[in-house]
């Protein structure tokens, strides 16, 4: 099967209009304590299978859950792409995984987040360097006359890329930050999106707490805060 074709059609996926939604949150870490250690799974693990019930619930609101998975592009940790050590900035491979969107138990849904993404930090999808460069094309840093030509073109309808979203989960402090003399009390992400992809989730650890934000075009997501 293509790599082209892995990521199903969805309602997230099409032309991006530039108005932009966004909502953050956060829970405690402590409380998913007992679960990751007797499951022997990972805050990314439940960031995945979390994301993952909430676009279950939300597109079978719609009528649109896709009988496969979604499938998700996610950065982890990692050493540059040969040829490509010098660039500089951090590190990072791209893989992708799937989100267990067609699972109906939470639990069942945990261990397959688990599972895929022991299967993508083994056996990646796709070369590291050919998803660092899709990420290039997809991502807002395109120079002005190309983002035209995308546009004109109406390539959001036409381009299917092989992942329908993007999940980032950041360790962060563990202790208190501070700006003057005002404690900070969260740190929320606020992901770009890029034309065919109107969400993006990005989770960042601080102190005790995991601190969500997510993008969304309004437009294809008019709810975002309720997703």
Partial sequence: ??????????????????????????????????????????????????????????????????????????????????GREEIGGNKLALTLCTVPTHLHDPFDRLIAAHEAMVRAKTTPSLPEAVLEDMMRVSAPG??????????????????????????????GSARALGVGTAQVTGLHPCPPLSDTMSLNLAAHGYQDRLCFGISACPDMIPDVAHL
């Fill in 1 to 82: 099967r293509s790599w082209w074709s892995i990521a199903p059609e969805s309602i997230i996926n099409g032309p991006v209009s530039a108005a932009r939604s966004y909502t953050f949150g956060s829970r405690a870490m402590p409380q998913s304590r007992s679960l990751r250690h007797a499951t022997g799974t990972t805050i990314n693990d439940l960031v995945i299978a979390a994301t993952a019930g909430g676009l279950r619930s939300w597109m079978l609101e719609a009528g649109a859950l896709p009988d496969q998975p979604l499938v998700a592009m996610i950065p982890i940790g990692g050493r540059a792409a040969p």
């Fill in 142 to 171: 395109l120079t002005s006359l190309t983002v035209e030509a995308f546009y004109r073109l109406n390539l959001g309808s036409r381009v299917r890329f092989p992942y329908n979203l993007i999940i980032t989960n950041v360790p």
